[in-house]
């Protein structure tokens, strides 16, 4: 029999306990209801990582909980009844063994089961604190919006005696107070229904009159206005479901063993109780289960399994539990038939196929063992990496690192009482990983809906995919290009320095990750665009570039950063002839000392790529001349305006390596080992991640510009107060520093002798000094780039999730020529995690703490293997 009620966003804690408390029977008076929720887990077997749950004690946890539950889509509620001054019973939903379980129908969200105190005193044998840590109460959650929710009493099949015997007494005073506590609930019910309780019991009447084929016209009555007639919706459920009925009648599961005295119910029994709406009477049926036998089920045992697989795993987590082992015996197109690895032994699961369909439903089950122990004590051979696997998958899913393969034997040893190897520990997690993240192949013939997908909630993304065909006729993926519609309109408020580079991918097929990505007013990465590629050579850069100028046109004040690489180059020359071309002074520092074997020239040579005046870079020229005149000819040989801020023909601002770009690696070093879907969705929340805290951060900025302009603002007004202004004319001046050296400095061109004001574009300390003279707006000075109101624009648009697609309408068009991976495989052996040290740079060495000691003639300096010292 279910009970209706319903709540909306605007109920407090306060009503919202009282309307639990109604639905339950319980008097606040007498009794206490301690309420909470728990997060919805990863997995039953693994409980690290799991939050405790959230009591609900006030307004605020009580809106957190509506909106958690919004988030989820439905979120359990529990409650746990006590007396005041005593305890309340027990609660549970248990089956034998102890083993809690959850059997919810998709029409009933829950279920609780009530109980009454008899006497106010418990047995000496069933002290509260025992029976508290055995038994609970749990309550269904209700809908935050204006729709019903059902509460429906569930069945409870308990094997402890004690707890019987208390169960007979609650009966019998149940039996006692009824009629008196029927009056008092009812009028506590119509008390209830105001507004938003009349439409759930409105809808609970729709759904009554569908079952029972009765239309709507019928049942409401002819008028809009048509009150809802309570009485009469009582005797008809009343009449459907009697007061004396008992659940525990002609329900499948039930079994009954001559030779023992042990009652089991399964699992698919509980679930069968309460998909057909039985429960009501709990309590009553509780009393004759104690001792009474059992027939066979009348009805066979209904469990449903998606396919094979879940079954297997089902019952492999089942066997472990449980302390045996199956085998299975029969398994075809048509039915699965399970029995112990005991053949003596009556144990067995028959389930058959349904037709047209993988789904698996459990006919018959003997659930009772009578093998020994010999035979049970087999049940670690159900612990396969497949199973461990299926457990694991939940963690690794969404980025997650999850645990490591040394920490799963623990794991599994704590959970399941089974003792794995490390070499299945290590399978088991590559298993995992793999289901999480998804099939290579299926990735790859999924792509052209994904793209599909992310283009219609990013209005404006920019998606391109090139194929190429084999002998066979067969389309084989090529390039991929994809750029965000928020990147790309906050390209126009970014300074023209775009830095571009590439990362090995580390999947199943072979690949490069290749990115474009700038550096916006405060200093910070920002991507602009991303590709996939065969390899770092000429044609994949040349496809990634004809995609880039889609929106970053060819420029002569466009500057590109790059390592060298010399298709790169090659890529840039047909691409973009108009831009400039930059090397990363970092590389070329690297370099330098992998050909160059001399003490401090690589730092020489970096102090002279990032001078500012060409005075400068003469004065580190000639110590790089005599110390190594072939380094001098290597560097001549590279051009002087390629690596030289003095020498640049462009405006390379602060951008003198592409760090931004292996910065923006180091970010995406997990997704290069996913599949090219998940790589790509991984990109795609990174970056949603990062336009949202930015777009927090800038508009909470107060200053006229970004806070790392300020910072430098304010350094080169302390290097300003040294400085002597002497006046030339309006807007020239003369500035000499603490050193001794004048610098020129015009502010009407916004220029300085120094060059620091002409390459930042951010006033120097020589013209913060000289506008003093004047007392001009120092912000007046600043590059636009460089202000707040950009750097907002920069991130004002959303990255947007992307939407499920069986929530969308895919054109078939998208899906009408399937593609396959490419041709590259990656060869066998375990995959390098780390990556390969380029040249030049420099190897982090351990150093040990302790010598080597022998542990033959226990000398240091050696071990045993090399030891030649006589004994």
């Known amino acids: ?75 359990y509620l529990y409650a746990t009844v006590f007396v005041r001054g005593g305890y ?62 059902c509460v429906a009493e569930h069945m409870v099949t308990l094997e402890d005696e004690v707890l019987l015997d208390h169960l007979e007494n609650v009966e019998a005073m149940h039996k006692a107070h009824s009629r008196e506590e029927k009056g008092m609930r009812e009028k506590r019910r119509r008390d209830l229904i105001d507004e938003d309780d009349q439409m759930a019991v409105d809808m609970l009447a729709e759904l009554f009159d569908e079952a029972n084929g009765v239309s709507k016209q019928t049942c409401l009555g002819s008028g809009d206005d048509t009150d809802y007639d309570f009485d009469e919706w009582t005797d008809r459920i009343n009449k459907e479901y009697p007061p004396d009925w008992d659940p525990f009648v002609n329900v499948g599961g039930m079994q009954r063993d001559v030779g023992s005295n042990e009652m089991e119910m399964s699992a698919p029994v509980v679930h069968r109780a309460l998909k057909v709406g039985q429960g009501s009477g709990v309590v009553k049926g509780m009393g004759h289960m104690r001792r009474d036998r059992w ?16 079954m297997r ?190 990362t090995a991918m580390k999947g199943k097929y072979k690949g490069c990750l290749v990115a474009a990505s700038g550096q916006d007013g405060n200093m910070q990465v920002y991507p602009l665009a991303f590709g996939v590629v065969d390899g770092e050579n000429t044609p994949g850069w040349v496809w990634f570039f004809k995609n880039l100028k889609k929106f970053v046109p060819d420029e002569e004040d466009l500057v590109f950063v790059s390592d060298r690489h010399a298709s790169i180059y090659a890529g840039l020359r047909e691409v973009y002839p108009l831009a400039h071309h930059g090397s990363c002074t970092v ?41 190594s005149q072939k380094c001098a000819a290597y560097l001549t040989a590279i051009g002087l305006p390629h690596w030289t801020l003095s020498h640049f023909p462009g405006i390379r601002y602060n951008i003198m390596s592409s760090n931004i770009s292996e910065s923006l690696n180091a970010a995406m070093q997990k997704a290069i080992d996913y599949p090219v879907v998940p790589m790509v969705e991984f990109i795609r929340a990174m970056l949603m991640r990062w336009f949202y805290l930015r777009r927090i951060k800038a508009n909470k900025a107060r200053t006229r510009c970004t806070p790392e302009i300020e910072a430098i603002l304010i350094e080169h007004l302390r290097e300003a107060l040294n400085c002597a202004v002497l006046s030339a004319s309006e807007w020239v001046y003369q500035v000499n520093d603490g050193s001794g050296c004048s610098f020129i400095v015009d502010l009407e061109n916004k220029t300085c002798t120094c060059r620091v004001f002409d390459v930042l574009k951010v006033p120097c300390c020589h013209a913060l000094a000289a506008r003093g003279v004047r007392q001009l707006d120092v912000y007046s000075f600043v590059d636009q780039s460089y202000f707040v109101e950009p750097w907002q624009k920069k991130y004002e648009k959303v990255i947007m999730p992307v939407p499920k697609e069986r929530d969308t309408d895919i054109p078939p068009v998208v899906n ?56």
Not at 115 to 139: F, I, L
Not at 295 to 310: I, L
């Open 295 to 310: 027939r066979r089920p009348t009805q066979p045992c209904r469990r449903m399994f998606a396919n094979k697989d879940d």
């Open 313 to 502: 795993n089902t019952l492999s987590l089942y066997a472990m539990k449980r302390l045996f082992s199956y085998r299975i015996n029969k398994s075809d197109k048509e039915r699965v038939i399970v029995n112990c690895v005991d053949k003596k032994c009556g144990w067995r699961v028959y389930a058959t196929t349904h037709k047209g369909s993988e789904n698996l439903e459990i006919k018959t089950v003997q659930l009772t063992h009578s093998c020994d122990v010999a035979s049970r004590s087999r049940y670690g051979e159900k612990a396969t990496a497949k199973v461990l696997a299926d457990l694991l998958k939940s963690k690794f899913e969404t980025g997650k690192k999850g645990p490591r393969a040394c920490d799963l034997p623990g794991m599994v040893l704590s959970e399941l009482n089974v003792t794995i190897s490390y070499t299945k520990a290590w399978n088991a997690k590559e298993l995992a990983i793999a289901a999480a993240r998804g099939d290579e192949e299926e990735s790859y013939r999924f792509l052209a809906t994904y793209l599909h997908l992310l283009k219609t909630t990013n209005p404006g993304t920019i998606t391109d995919m090139h194929t190429t065909k084999d002998n066979t006729n067969k389309v084989l993926f090529k390039y991929l290009f994809f750029a965000f519609g928020a990147s790309i309109s906050g390209y126009k408020y970014l300074r023209k320095v775009i830095v571009i580079d590439g």
């Open 1 to 75: 029999m279910g009970r209706c009620m319903s709540i909306s966003k605007e109920t407090t804690f306060d009503v919202f306990e009282t309307k639990v408390a109604n639905v339950l029977g319980v008097d606040l008076c007498k009794n206490k209801i301690w309420l909470s929720f728990w997060y919805p887990g990863e997995s039953a077997a693994f409980t690290q990582g799991k939050m405790p749950p959230i009591t609900i004690t006030n307004d605020v946890q009580l809106t957190q909980y509506k909106i958690k539950h919004t988030e989820y889509g439905g979120l």
């Open 587 to 627: 590389h070329l520092v690297r370099n330098v000392r992998h050909n160059f074997d001399c003490d401090g020239l690589a730092s020489i040579v970096n102090k002279e790529a990032r001078a500012y005046t060409v005075g400068d870079f003469r004065v580190w020229w000639a110590e790089i001349k005599g110390r």
């Open 88 to 149: 309340e019973g027990m609660l549970s939903t248990i089956h034998s063994g102890g083993q809690l379980e959850k059997a919810v129908d998709n029409n009933t969200l829950g279920h609780y089961v009530e109980h009454v105190r008899d006497d106010g005193h418990m047995q000496d044998e069933t002290s509260p604190k025992a029976m508290d840590k055995k038994y609970g109460v749990d309550v269904t959650s209700p809908h935050l919006s204006e729709e019903p929710y």
């Open 816 to 871: 009408e020529v399937p593609i396959n991976p490419p041709k590259e495989r990656r060869g066998g052996g375990r995959p390098r995690k780390r990556r390969i040290p380029s040249q030049g740079e420099k190897r982090r060495v351990r150093k040990r703490k302790n010598r080597a000691r022998c542990g033959r003639c226990y000398g240091v300096g050696h071990n045993r293997k090399t030891c030649s010292n006589l004994i």
